[in-house]
């Protein structure tokens, strides 16, 4: 056989084995973000039945990041988490409501809740993931979060649900397309996590992305 037959075929095989190694590398799932540039902070996940909370270390903020956090004396850490104005601050809070708050948009609130010990003993009924993540990220979380607070009206609307918290406006609609879950999975990629805010419908697949950024650190008894 000839010398032009032979290189051919080496051609053709060569091609074979980069498309090969392509695929490969397409089926390898992305490292996150917020573990590829893990840093010194930690923010936590805690699972509040149908939602959850954001934890963050509340001195790496700094008082200018949320100025609401003056209403509440110094602590390590605050928790903060979204959802609708009428639903989530009223714990006896009806099928009706819940209804009302998922069928067309309506006004929503930023629960903040301030608290020293650790994590876990804070929270210790609660599913729990840990997800490290850089100065940068935390301090992206953080204007996420200030995003979703209203400027014009910094004063407490209601009473907070657990610690030492308070209900605050926020400018965001709520409505079955912008819940809770896809608020957090949200907050989430902004710190650097692979999350699909528009899919996390449910707080199962919120917590999920959660540990798959970062680790499970403590499961409900």
């Known amino acids: 056989m000839s010398m032009i037959y032979w290189l051919r075929r080496g051609f053709v095989g060569a091609l074979l084995v980069?498309?090969?190694?392509?695929?490969?590398?397409?089926?390898?799932?992305?490292?996150?973000?917020?573990?590829?540039?893990?840093?010194?902070?930690?923010?936590?996940?805690?699972?509040h039945g149908w939602h959850a909370g954001l934890v963050l270390p509340r001195n790496a903020l700094g008082e200018a990041a949320w100025p609401v956090l003056n209403n509440f004396?110094?602590?390590?850490?605050?928790?903060?988490?979204?959802?609708?104005?009428?639903?989530?601050?009223?714990?006896?809070?009806?099928?009706?409501?819940?209804?009302?708050?998922?069928?067309?948009?309506?006004?929503?609130?930023?629960?903040?809740?301030?608290?020293?010990?650790?994590?876990?003993d804070a929270f210790p009924q609660h599913d729990i993931a840990a997800i490290q993540v850089s100065r940068a990220g935390l301090h992206q979380v953080a204007?996420?979060?200030?995003?979703?607070?209203h400027n014009a009206h910094p004063d407490p609307v209601a009473p907070g649900r657990y610690h030492e918290s308070a209900f605050f406006l926020s400018p965001l609609p709520y409505h079955g397309l912008n819940n809770c879950n896809q608020w957090a999975a949200g907050a989430l990629r902004a710190a650097g996590c692979r999350t699909?805010?528009?899919?996390?419908?449910?707080?199962?697949?919120?917590?999920?992305?959660?540990?798959?950024c970062g680790r499970w650190i403590q499961s409900a008894p």
């Open 18 to 47: 980069w498309s090969v190694v392509l695929a490969v590398q397409c089926d390898q799932p992305a490292v996150d973000a917020a573990k590829a540039a893990a840093g010194p902070y930690t923010l936590y996940v805690v699972r």
């Open 73 to 120: 004396p110094p602590t390590a850490y605050v928790e903060v988490g979204w959802g609708e104005a009428a639903y989530y601050p009223n714990p006896d809070a009806g099928l009706g409501t819940l209804l009302h708050a998922g069928l067309w948009p309506t006004a929503s609130v930023v629960h903040l809740a301030v608290f020293d010990e650790p994590v876990t």
């Open 143 to 149: 204007a996420f979060v200030q995003q979703s607070m």
């Open 196 to 212: 699909a805010p528009r899919r996390t419908l449910r707080v199962t697949r919120l917590m999920h992305d959660a540990q798959s």
